[in-house]
């Protein structure tokens, strides 16, 4: 459980290393999944009451509240005309942890192994600093903590609750630890930086008949061979044009070796840098199907996940940060993984970083660790974002 007295009750003072490590710590050890979160939301809420008693101490406009399902805001209100909002995810995995760390996770089978603790402890810094610092925000500041990263998009349900249209949010900032960079380094890029991500599952129905009368069935096995190879020929030529991927890692057919398939399902993903290859290659494939399916005499279904889009970063508010952050570095080419912060650039724009934690040890290994004196690089890159004007 977390520690009944939270490291910013009390006085404030300016967040250190050490407060920052104190609240990673405390929520790596509760971690929750999903929407159910009951736990962690009370832990960052009583945080952000803390900075918001100190706010309204100082005279400030403030207040604590939740526009959605298990999703908590602190809102500091400068009363300007645009706001500037930052995001953390809440939400862990479905992970049994085996770093062996004294702090290590007390809910088995639940873990964070991909930074969300790290990215709360930013942001609940973030919102201890502003608390001491809010006369200089030249934008009222939005902090947005959301659940759902890891399955099914908490950020679109933050979006579609209207939060960002009611206070005026015109851009909006998040990071990601990130174990493939150098130990506190920041990372981004205009444009694209993400994919998209759509699961793809294609069925084939046929005909089974005993192979030594295999004219007389529809073969779905080989419908999907066909299919299979079209499909990757087609996306080579797909490559030329833009970074995208089609793969299948999962098939299943048929079922004794000596009857013809009447059953072929092909499971896989599809990745996209933009909307339009995205919806380019999902009209294409189930044309690919049926005429691989046709050829067999068999019927055919290809269904798409809707996913989420791709983590397209604003070029003007790139530019910006790049003012505020001399040291924020380019990343070459945009990265085959997905993010749910995408579904926030549909609605505003939007720039997401990577913070490196220098390790190595994979996003979701359930070794996954890194050194906290990294958050506070993340912070400070924070604390100079929202006074972009």
């Given at each position: 459980?977390?520690?009944?007295?939270?490291?910013?009750?009390?006085?404030?003072?300016?967040?250190?290393?050490?407060?920052?490590?104190?609240?990673?710590?405390?929520?790596?050890?509760?971690?929750?999944?999903?929407?159910?979160?009951?736990?962690?939301?009370?832990?960052?809420?009583?945080?952000?009451?803390?900075?918001?008693?100190?706010?309204?101490?100082?005279?400030?406009?403030?207040?604590?509240?939740?526009?959605?399902?298990?999703?908590?805001?602190?809102?500091?209100?400068?009363?300007?005309?645009?706001?500037?909002?930052?995001?953390?995810?809440?939400?862990?995995?479905?992970?049994?942890?085996?770093?062996?760390?004294?702090?290590?996770?007390?809910?088995?089978?639940?873990?964070?192994?991909?930074?969300?603790?790290?990215?709360?402890?930013?942001a609940l810094g973030l919102a201890r600093h502003l608390a001491l610092h809010a006369r200089e925000l030249p934008r009222s500041v939005l902090l947005v903590f959301q659940p759902a990263e890891e399955t099914t998009g908490g950020a679109k349900v933050v979006c579609e609750s209207g939060v960002f249209e009611r206070l005026g949010v015109d851009r909006i900032?998040?990071?990601?630890?990130?174990?493939?960079?150098?130990?506190?380094?920041?990372?981004?890029?205009?444009?694209?930086?993400?994919?998209?991500?759509?699961?793809?599952?294609?069925?084939?129905?046929?005909t089974a008949s005993h192979i030594a009368k295999a004219s007389q069935g529809c073969d779905a096995l080989l419908a999907g061979c066909r299919f299979l190879r079209e499909a990757y020929a087609y996306m080579r030529e797909r490559e030329l044009e833009e970074p995208c991927l089609l793969k299948f890692g999962h098939m299943v057919s048929g079922e004794v070796?000596?009857?013809?398939?009447?059953?072929?399902?092909?499971?896989?993903?599809?990745?996209?840098?933009?909307?339009?290859?995205?919806?380019?290659?999902?009209?294409?494939?189930?044309?690919?199907?049926?005429?691989?399916?046709?050829?067999?005499?068999?019927?055919?279904?290809?269904?798409?996940?809707?996913?989420?889009?791709?983590?397209?970063?604003?070029?003007?508010?790139?530019?910006?940060?790049?003012?505020?952050?001399?040291?924020?570095?380019?990343?070459?080419?945009?990265?085959?993984?997905?993010?749910?912060?995408?579904?926030?650039?549909?609605?505003?724009?939007?720039?997401?970083?990577?913070?490196?934690?220098?390790?190595?040890?994979?996003?979701?290994?359930?070794?996954?660790?890194?050194?906290?004196?990294?958050?506070?690089?993340?912070?400070?890159?924070?604390?100079?974002?929202?006074?972009?004007?």
């Amino acid at each position: 459980m977390p520690p009944a007295a939270s490291p910013l009750a009390g006085p404030l003072t300016e967040p250190t290393t050490d407060d920052l490590r104190r609240i990673r710590r405390d929520l790596h050890r509760i971690p929750e999944v999903d929407f159910d979160l009951p736990k962690t939301v009370a832990y960052v809420t009583r945080e952000l009451e803390a900075a918001r008693a100190a706010l309204l101490a100082a005279g400030e406009r403030a207040e604590v509240f939740s526009p959605c399902r298990s999703t908590v805001c602190l809102w500091i209100d400068r009363k300007s005309e645009r706001a500037t909002a930052i995001r953390s995810d809440m939400d862990a995995l479905p992970v049994t942890e085996e770093t062996g760390l004294p702090f290590a996770s007390e809910h088995p089978g639940r873990m964070h192994a991909c930074g969300h603790d790290g990215h709360m402890a930013m942001a609940l810094g973030l919102a201890r600093h502003l608390a001491l610092h809010a006369r200089e925000l030249p934008r009222s500041v939005l902090l947005v903590f959301q659940p759902a990263e890891e399955t099914t998009g908490g950020a679109k349900v933050v979006c579609e609750s209207g939060v960002f249209e009611r206070l005026g949010v015109d851009r909006i900032f998040g990071f990601h630890l990130w174990p493939d960079l150098p130990e506190g380094q920041i990372a981004s890029r205009a444009g694209a930086l993400l994919s998209a991500s759509n699961e793809t599952t294609v069925t084939f129905c046929g005909t089974a008949s005993h192979i030594a009368k295999a004219s007389q069935g529809c073969d779905a096995l080989l419908a999907g061979c066909r299919f299979l190879r079209e499909a990757y020929a087609y996306m080579r030529e797909r490559e030329l044009e833009e970074p995208c991927l089609l793969k299948f890692g999962h098939m299943v057919s048929g079922e004794v070796r000596n009857q013809i398939s009447a059953h072929t399902r092909l499971e896989g993903s599809l990745r996209t840098f933009s909307l339009e290859m995205g919806a380019r290659i999902r009209r294409e494939l189930p044309r690919l199907a049926e005429e691989a399916a046709g050829r067999e005499g068999c019927g055919a279904e290809v269904l798409f996940s809707e996913g989420y889009p791709p983590l397209t970063n604003d070029p003007a508010l790139f530019s910006l940060a790049g003012g505020a952050l001399p040291k924020l570095a380019t990343v070459g080419s945009p990265l085959l993984i997905t993010e749910d912060f995408s579904w926030y650039q549909q609605w505003l724009p939007g720039l997401f970083m990577l913070l490196g934690t220098g390790t190595g040890i994979p996003l979701h290994a359930s070794t996954f660790d890194f050194d906290e004196g990294v958050l506070m690089r993340g912070l400070e890159a924070y604390e100079r974002l929202v006074r972009i004007p």
